[in-house]
């Protein structure tokens, strides 16, 4: 088994390593999505839009459920598979940038998910603006050799054309929504209309043709709607669909509630992350309650909620009256990296740091990051710190021991200090100099975009649950971009969670032992 970035700087995919194979997978003409331009922030402007004047996902979200009910979706939106009781599924979360970062995800998926039974997306399939035409290299590409079906719950890009396009791959080829009636001139409808980014023309030949490259009848799903429920051997798989804001719809909410009862192992996945950055953020749910009171009631029988939005790995095993959820956020499938160093010391949901995992380490995504800098601001000799001197600063400022085993003493200098508080890099809870957590430095809100486009180690990650009877096992794989770890992916956390029997889950940072990547009887 292969070092992962907790063993050496090797494992983080540093050093002389040899780039993979990816770029072979990638079509000639890859368009860099570029977060500082204006005229993708300006297509991915809904967002910012229904927050000024009306969120209206929640009606076009009932309409489009509506519409797959008329066409002879279930009315419970479960979708009721016939796996053994002993079985594997991947989750990849906010992959579909286009470019580098998302397709050297792909040879390490593909070897980490053979025997898998299925694949969920988590969030965002498709930037910046969730455009039908952007299937083919953002999905259908990348993974027409994924030889298992797909499904997906949508992401708030997704949403900023109207989720015509998600609906389309992922819901049965659903045909577009008819126009709503013209609203009131000068009201905040209206101007909401006025400014709203509209759906582009598809270009059907394109869609066909992308399309044939994941034809094959086993790899074949339609979803009932944007929100969904999976019955997988012994665990039921919820997701919802949390749409431009983050927030949950009183229609969905119900359909939440009532597909939660019952005494089956839940897992649910959702769009925006419960706990993520040091912060609970429950999920409100239109006309009072939230998600997390659904996946807290003991009634319920969760075990897991796992979230995208945020791209970098991130576990939280939080107490709940004696048992263990374990709140996962995955959203390191292939978009640009969010940085890890400026979460600050954690202490929420009697969490501490002693339990809480992310990947990339702090460490590494500090030395990330001044990299990025120093080279964009033309101040790489202040900017730049090794991997040695980041890791030696964030243990500084957290209090606690460095991340990597055998990592050499470091003298912090006032210019290393200076640089880790020009990134934003955190500190421990309590401390009177510690900042605000959404309080971002003018670098790292100016620079973290595109952060992962330009050269190994992209710090890309994904995840593989093995299922059985009495617990799941579920492991966060890493994606460097570097051969290495595309031969060999390695993992960068593991947690054995059970499902009958006890309520505390085993955590290492090894997988428990298997038969290669498949999951033992």
Known sequence: MSDSSRDTAEGAGRGTAEHGSYRRLMPRDVEKISWLDPRTLWSARNGVVASWFGDPTGRTRSRWVAQRAAAGAREDKVIRRDDPDCFSFMVLGDPGEGGEAQYAVVPGFLKAGQGSAFAVIASDVIYPAGRTDDYGTKFFRPYQDYPAPIYAVPGNHDWYEGLGGFMRVFCGDAPPLAPEPAPRPLSRAWWRALLWHRPSPTDEQRLAEARALRSRPEQQAAQPGPYWAIDAGPVRIIGIDTGLLGTVDAEQGAWLREVSKGPRPKILVTGSPLYVNGEHHPCAIEGGGTVDDVVRDPAHHYVAAIGGDVHNYQRYPVDVEGRTIQYVVSGGGGAFTHATHTIPGVSVGNVTEE???????????????????????????????????????????????????????????????????????????????????????????????????????????????????????????????????????????????????????????????????????
């Open 355 to 521: 339990d809480f995992r992310c990947y990339p380490l702090r460490g590494d995504s500090l030395a990330f990051y001044s990299v990025l800098h120093g080279r964009r601001l033309r101040l790489r000799r202040f900017f730049t710190l090794t991997g040695a001197e980041a890791t030696a600063v964030v243990a500084e400022r957290l209090g606690i021991p460095p991340t990597r085993s055998g990592t050499p003493p470091v003298r912090l200098t006032r210019r290393i200090r200076l640089v880790a508080s020009l990134l934003g890099t955190a500190r421990r809870p309590g401390d009177p100099s510690r900042p605000r957590l959404a309080v971002r430095t003018v670098c790292t809100g100016l620079f973290s975009s595109a952060s992962a486009t330009y050269r190994p180690p992209f710090f890309k990650s994904f995840l593989r649950l093995d299922v059985t009877p009495a617990a799941i096992s579920l492991r966060c794989f890493a994606a460097t971009g570097n051969r290495a770890q595309e031969l060999d992916p390695p993992v960068e956390d593991a947690v054995t969670i059970p499902l009958t029997g006890g309520s505390r889950a085993a955590e290492s940072g090894r997988p428990p032992a298997t038969d290669g990547f498949t999951v033992q009887a």
